[in-house]
């Protein structure tokens, strides 16, 4: 059974980059697109963006400027890079494994770690 | 704003049924999929593709598509049941994803 499992600090300061990582055990990293999503307290879901086990991504556009997600298949992790933060980023981050089966779908989930952004 | 619309809130007494609907451009084109949400918990898928359900997903759930819109039935609500539900597919370029506004469906 395929677990993911993020990490990283749960406290940023406005302006400064957001860095998680999300690991990946009981299968491997290869093959897979990986995501990150994220939700706002109280709000939606967001896509920020994939990348694939070989290093291509696709970000939000509305992000983009800003964020930089990477993969690390020797340790079975992915990372997400968030620069500039503001208030409006905190949010409950997500990691996913995306796969497509008759379209898009996101069958395995991290249980997700709350990112505040506040000096 | 998110390219898929749905609408915020539906109820539905226990035992009965309702759909769920979903609205965006790229629908014409593209499947959605559907996500189960509880409070302080991950998504869980619950309904993909034409009309498949994960393992471990009851048959009261069901989905559906026609034009622009996707929907999702429960058939036969249980408590259980209420959550937040979101729909995903990819954006109007196809090249991107995106998750529907979300509908917060209550059980009475």
């Known amino acids: 059974q395929v677990q993911l499992q993020e990490s990283g600090p749960g406290l940023v300061k406005p302006s400064e980059t957001l860095s998680l990582t999300c690991t990946v055990s009981?299968?491997?990293?290869?093959?897979?697109?990986w995501s990150w999503i994220r939700q706002p307290p109280g709000k939606g879901l967001e896509w920020i963006g994939y990348i694939y086990y070989s290093g291509s991504t696709n970000y939000n556009p509305s992000l983009k400027s800003r964020v930089t997600i990477s993969v690390d298949t020797s340790k079975n992790q992915f990372s997400l890079k968030l620069s500039s933060v503001t208030a409006a980023d905190t949010a409950v981050y997500y990691c996913?494994?995306?796969?497509?089966?008759?379209?898009?779908?996101?069958?395995?989930w991290g249980q997700g770690t709350l990112v505040t952004v506040s000096s | 704003s998110s390219e898929l619309t749905q609408d915020p809130a539906v109820s539905v007494a226990l035992g009965q049924t309702v759909r769920i609907t979903c609205q965006g451009d790229?629908?014409?084109?593209?499947?959605a999929s559907w996500y189960q949400q509880k409070p302080g918990q991950a998504p869980v898928l619950v309904i993909y593709g034409k009309n498949n359900r994960p393992s471990g997903i009851p048959d009261r759930f069901s989905g559906s598509s026609s034009g622009n819109t996707a929907s999702l039935t429960i058939t036969g609500a249980q408590a259980e049941d209420e959550a937040d539900y979101y729909c995903?597919?990819?954006?109007?370029?196809?090249?991107?994803?995106?998750f529907g506004t979300g509908t917060k469906v209550t059980v009475l």
């Open positions: 009981g299968g491997s990293i290869s093959s897979y697109y």
């Open positions: 995903n597919s990819r954006d109007s370029s196809g090249n991107h994803r995106v």
């Open positions: 790229s629908l014409r084109s593209y499947y």
């Open positions: 996913a494994r995306e796969y497509f089966a008759a379209g898009i779908l996101y069958s395995y």
